[in-house]
């Protein structure tokens, strides 16, 4: 409740202004205090062309196929949005954080796993906010379970097995050719010369 004409800045650049209860005075030179860390918010996942959108599942299994994930976040803000810092980092990929200038964070062809999806933002010069987090998992394909490793190296050992019972099978095969062979030559050389 200030007076239409009741204001005067001094030599300083302070302001004064006179109100209903007294006069105010405002300081030019006080810096205003920094402002609170933002809160960083997921505004939608897509999965493979679709989109979700909040409020979200608690946890999410993809299938190996469909293991393109696209987050989009913000952080609501007064201030200069296009300042804005991010941060992201994917647990279970890339457990450092790292900084983006876009809103939006893709991670292609996951593997199986179990990962947790991480966003936060700052101020310039500011603290982080509370990051915005989402956990996944990617199901394994199934020629990557361990039991197909497996089977299939059992199979492998039983290939490799037979195929060298097999080479010494034949291989006695033609020692006992090679000595039919020796011992014909030889009852025909001693016939020869007897």
Known sequence: DCG???????????VWAGTSTG?????????????????CFLTGIR????TLRPPLPARLALPPQESTVEFFFASPTF???????FQVRLGGFEDAWRSTELRQARYPSLPGGRYRFEARARHPGGAFGPAASFAFDVETAWWR??????SAGLLAVALGALAML????????????LEG??????RALQIAYA
């Open 4 to 14: 239409a004409n009741g204001r005067w800045a001094d030599a300083g650049g302070d």
């Open 181 to 186: 062979l020796v011992a014909e030559r030889t």
């Open 166 to 177: 097999l080479r010494v099978r034949a291989v006695a095969r033609q020692r006992e050719r």
């Open 23 to 39: 006069l105010a005075r405002v300081r030019a030179a006080a810096e205003p205090p920094p402002p609170p860390p933002p809160a």
């Open 79 to 85: 201030l200069d949005e296009m300042a804005m810092e």
């Open 145 to 150: 379970t361990w039991w197909f490793v497996g």
């Open 47 to 50: 999965l493979d062309g679709q």
